[in-house]
């Protein structure tokens, strides 16, 4: 099974921070990868699929790249409503798996 | 707007069964595979199950096949998750997912609140 693991367990960062999280997989995924950001309390919601198309309704402060293994998620300036847990994804039609996740937490 | 509603999870007992629904609107229903994420208090999210929009395939998380059983009922927009042999790991939200295709790939484009399972004795 492909391992996801996401990096750094926790962020701390202030507004208008430039924000990368990282997500690797133990094997290639080529582009099949998805984050999700999930406020408490709150259902995960989707933000970006196949490596770094943005969904539609989400910020374009918010991108993605990546290929094969590696992949980062950038907030180019952090808002206040962006302080979440963000979980990326491999997915294809046979498997998938979560990420453990990447809480970003104020400063 | 898609709107997923779940239903029926509460306190059970180990070994006990409980029947979730996910009552969906807002979109072709019959047009997407749909899935059961679940998340356990203060933990990740795990995929638990998923199905296709004619229920023609379906798949389970190693974790629960066996004892969960996924089902659609797309004259209602209806979604279920029949639970048997509940164990105390079960405890979690479950969320009602719609994927973003008519087969199983797990991309989960909308979710639902969620509804709590608590399984102990």
């Known amino acids: 099974d492909i391992q996801m693991t996401q990096s750094p367990s926790t962020l701390s960062a202030s507004v208008g921070d430039r924000v990368i999280l990282t997500c690797r997989a133990s094997?290639?995924?080529?582009?099949?990868l998805a984050w999700y950001q999930q406020k408490p309390g709150k259902a995960p919601k989707l933000l970006i699929y196949k490596a770094s198309t943005l969904e539609i309704g989400v910020p374009s402060r918010f991108s993605g790249s990546g290929s094969g293994t590696e992949f980062t998620l950038t907030i180019s300036s952090l808002q206040p409503d962006d302080f979440a847990t963000y979980y990326c994804?491999?997915?294809?039609?046979?498997?998938?798996?979560f990420g453990q996740g990447t809480r970003v937490e104020i400063k | 707007e898609v709107q997923l509603v779940e239903s029926g999870g509460g306190l059970v007992r180990p070994g006990r069964s409980l029947r979730l629904s996910c009552a969906a609107s807002?979109?072709?229903?019959?047009?997407?595979?749909m899935h059961w994420v679940r998340q356990a208090p203060g933990k990740g999210l795990e995929w638990v199950s998923g199905?296709?929009?004619?229920?023609?395939?379906?798949d389970y998380a190693d974790s629960v096949k066996g004892r969960f059983t996924i089902s659609r009922d797309n004259a209602k927009n209806s979604l279920y998750l029949q639970m048997n042999s509940l164990r105390d790991e079960d405890t979690a939200l479950y969320y009602c997912a719609k994927a973003s295709t008519w087969d199983l790939l797990r991309l989960f484009d909308n979710w639902g609140q969620g509804t709590l399972v608590t399984v102990s004795s």
């Open positions: 807002g979109f072709n229903f019959d047009g997407y595979a």
């Open positions: 094997q290639s995924i080529t582009s099949w």
């Open positions: 994804q491999q997915y294809n039609t046979y498997s998938q798996a």
């Open positions: 199905i296709s929009w004619n229920s023609g395939s379906i």
